[in-house]
């Protein structure tokens, strides 16, 4: 190994523990987790969204008090039952997870956490309405579910009895009032609908927050990431040119591991081998995350030109 190649690895090494103890670092890895369990609420939304829509919208409820759906109906309830204890579930997770984020992102937490929390959540007669139902669900009873149809219109609407919300102890002084003037039968969707735009309102807020308390942090971060990065791929590229006939085939998934995402490298290997058009959009792609110094791209140039460079 010569001088270079041995200040290289020691280089790469380095940035790799540089990077691992970055405030940036710790900050960014909380939002991606965070991330996660706002992708899982996500999910579970829209699965009740479609279940509940494509159900409100079948051309048969004209006779879905027949005798003969029965089976149908029992179908909607069960289904709507455990759509809702997951989005339920959800829900309440992400609250919790939110919380202990913004604890571990800053002690104390962020400046005006707990004054957003007051407008957009404790003092919001839905969200604490949604609240009392995820409590109603976990520790009382299952959720008194309700259709409504009409018969002239063929509509359904899928929702909650009122009467028998209310005749549990356990709403707090401002969910109470939203139910009493709640309709008979709550719709889900109208429901569910306007607490996730809610939810996700805030979530763009607290993210944003967050990057802004932490800019210079991450902006460091993300420096020393491009270094890393760059340091790597054009580590990668001179091993090949150095001697393509005896190094191993780098290719995409070999040069920008951990870095791009499955959907990337399934465009590039949709491209043939050797062509410019592969090169171009690896360069395209890396740009997204960072500027590419114009003797890496030179390099990935020479390359990708080489059908060997591919597995």
């Known amino acids: 190994m010569s001088n270079t190649d041995a200040s290289r690895v020691v280089d790469f090494v380095g940035l790799e523990r540089d990077l691992a103890k970055m405030p940036g670092r710790r900050v960014l890895l909380e939002l991606d987790s965070l991330g996660s369990s706002t992708g899982v609420f996500s999910d579970n939304y829209r699965e009740l969204r479609g279940f509940v829509t494509r159900c409100e919208a079948d051309p048969r409820n004209a006779l879905i008090w027949d005798t003969a759906r029965q089976r149908d109906r029992d179908i909607i309830w069960a289904e709507t039952g455990r759509l809702v204890h997951n989005f339920l579930a959800s829900a309440f997770s992400l609250v919790d997870h ?17 004054a957003e929390i007051e407008r957009q959540f ?12 995820r409590n109603f669900s ?35 002084t401002t969910a109470k009032p939203w139910l009493q003037q709640a309709e008979e039968n709550i719709p889900i969707l109208r ?93 395209m792609m890396l740009g997204r995350h960072f500027a590419v110094p114009t003797r890496i791209s030179t390099k990935l140039r020479r390359a990708y030109s080489d059908p060997r460079f591919f597995p």
């Open 98 to 114: 939110t919380r202990a984020a913004n604890r571990r992102v800053i002690g104390g937490g962020l400046p005006d956490y707990a």
């Open 122 to 133: 404790t003092s919001d007669g839905l969200v604490q309405f949604v609240q009392g139902l």
């Open 138 to 172: 976990a520790h009382w009873r299952p959720l008194p579910l309700g259709m409504v149809s009409r018969i002239s219109q063929q509509t359904l609407v899928v929702g909650l009895r009122k009467g028998e919300l209310l005749s549990w102890k356990g709403w707090n």
């Open 191 to 283: 429901v569910s609908g306007e607490y996730f735009d809610k939810v996700k309102d805030f979530h763009i807020w607290f993210e944003a927050a967050v990057r802004r308390f932490f800019q210079s942090d991450i902006s460091r971060f993300r420096d020393k990431e491009a270094e890393y990065f760059l340091t790597k791929i054009e580590s990668g590229l001179d091993g090949w040119l150095s001697g393509p006939e005896s190094t191993r085939p780098a290719g995409d998934r070999g040069l920008f591991l951990g870095l791009f995402d499955l959907a990337d490298f399934q465009a590039l290997e949709a491209l043939p081998k050797g062509s410019p058009s592969r090169a171009d959009a690896a360069l």
